[in-house]
């Protein structure tokens, strides 16, 4: 079967992806788009930045949607209507396989300039992890090219600016997924709408998601979709190890793949592509490089012999949404470097030791019960990582609860003092749902 995750990708498909010259000229976009998202001080900037990233989202997904109706038209031997001057040069409109890779390439642009919409919605909010949440539990949309209501959702946005206020379309996130826009006002508020071509359409489920959305960020209740569970917004601020990774990344992009230690048993490996490229090395020697450096950096971590151990990869937080995670557009990088990740062309691995969680832990009197199996497990964002327990109170981590500790490179310690002040607090929700404080490197 197909799969659309780089990773998983039969070699020439992954090859034909990441040398296709669309999904390269992307990175340079990106990066300009990425720069633009970061002088938006005003409602009006964020608004002028909104369109224009309208118009690229559009563009991809219509071309996305021509490339699968040529698919399906080659599959029933019907002729083509297709402009050949979008196709890469020298490509065979008859080859089946072209068009697989058209395919892949045009989902994995879509992604990626919503990604930027994720960097929009995070500074618009102003980093608030628990609006960002809360509007995610739902399914994802289809494409806006399908969707008869966009024009009215336009017209509302700019009814919106012409209040002074900015209206934010969820369609150009990945991340957003209940209701059609939020209104940021002057205030620092925030309103809901869901936008319908129809107004005497039937849009109960969608008004109780909002409701119960709204309800869970302003007052504590309980998320959409998510019975018995409610935010938790411990003050403690985890402190980040994200000079360590951007040092690391840098290092990377001059000797092609670069590695470093960081506290609490963790290691960081990176690579990236030009610099790869331009080695000359072949495939061996790149992962035998790889596999030496993240041996050196596990060793002087002190994390090499332990019993269990969690990695995430970029790739696997490119591919697989994890809305609670700052987007790779703020990363504090250049804002070149930030596209490459999102188009991983620049690749990185976190490993940590889960001992040293359970140590960091216990010094905040948290007893901890590991439910890995196995050293090399391979996990799903749900499955159950850890069990805590601190007096009456308890909490379960799942391999999602760590994506952020991972990829925002918390401190262990704060991050678990944050966790026990969960656990300390007689008010905090039966099911909890972490919803932890950015910290100034973000800013």
């Given amino acids: 079967m197909a799969t659309n995750f780089l990773a998983d990708m039969p070699a020439d498909d992954r090859r034909a992806v990441m040398t296709h010259p669309v999904q390269q000229a992307c990175v340079e976009l990106l990066g300009k788009l990425i720069r633009e998202l970061r002088g938006c001080r005003t409602f009006e900037q964020f608004d002028n930045f909104q369109r224009r990233l309208f118009q690229y989202v559009l563009e991809v997904e219509s071309h996305w949607g021509e490339v699968r109706r040529c698919q399906k038209r080659l599959l029933r031997g019907k002729a083509l209507t297709f402009d050949a001057t979008k196709l890469p040069e020298g490509s065979d409109p008859q080859d089946p396989w072209m068009w697989h890779i058209e395919d892949l390439v045009a989902e994995r642009m879509c992604r990626q300039f919503r990604a930027i919409g994720d960097a929009l919605a995070w500074r618009a909010s102003g980093n608030d992890r628990s609006y960002i949440l809360a509007l995610n539990y739902n399914a994802a949309p289809g494409p806006m090219t399908s969707k008869e209501g966009v024009g009215y959702e336009l017209r509302a946005v700019t009814d919106m600016r012409a209040r002074g206020q900015f209206g934010l379309l969820h ?34 489920p969608q008004l109780r998601r909002m409701a119960a959305a709204v309800e869970a960020v302003m007052s504590g209740g309980e998320l959409p979709n998510l019975p018995g569970s409610a935010f938790a917004r411990p003050s403690t601020r985890c402190r980040t190890h994200i000079r360590s990774f951007a040092s690391v990344i840098r290092e990377a992009q001059q000797h092609a793949i670069a590695s470093v230690p960081l506290p609490g048993r963790r290691a960081i490996v990176a690579m990236s592509a030009s610099p790869v490229n ?11 490089e790889w596999t030496r450096r993240r041996f050196e950096a596990l060793q002087l971590a002190g994390a090499l012999h332990t019993a269990h151990h969690i990695t995430l990869s970029s790739a696997v937080r490119n591919h697989n949404l994890v809305p609670w995670i700052i987007p790779f557009a703020l990363y504090p990088l250049p ?17 940590m030791d889960l001992e040293s969680l359970v140590q960091a832990l216990a010094r905040q009197d948290i007893t901890a019960e590991s439910h890995l199996e196995h050293a090399a497990a391979t996990l799903q964002p749900t499955d159950t990582v850890l069990s805590l327990r601190k007096g009456s109170r308890g909490m379960t981590l799942t391999q999602g609860a760590l994506y952020e500790l991972m990829m925002e490179f918390y401190e262990v310690n704060t991050w678990a003092a ?12 039966k099911h909890p749902v972490l919803a932890f404080s950015t910290t100034r490197v973000w800013r």
């Fill in 171 to 204: 369609d150009l996130t990945n991340c957003l997924r209940i209701a059609d826009i939020t209104e940021f006002d002057t205030d620092g508020g925030k309103l809901l709408y869901e936008i319908k071509k129809n107004p005497n359409a039937k849009r109960g």
């Fill in 278 to 288: 331009q080695s000359g090395k072949d495939v061996q020697g790149v992962l035998d």
């Fill in 335 to 351: 804002p070149e470097d930030c596209a490459l990740l999102i188009c991983d062309y620049i690749l990185f691995e976190v490993i």
């Fill in 418 to 429: 944050a966790i026990a002040e969960v656990l300390d607090n007689p008010a905090s929700p």
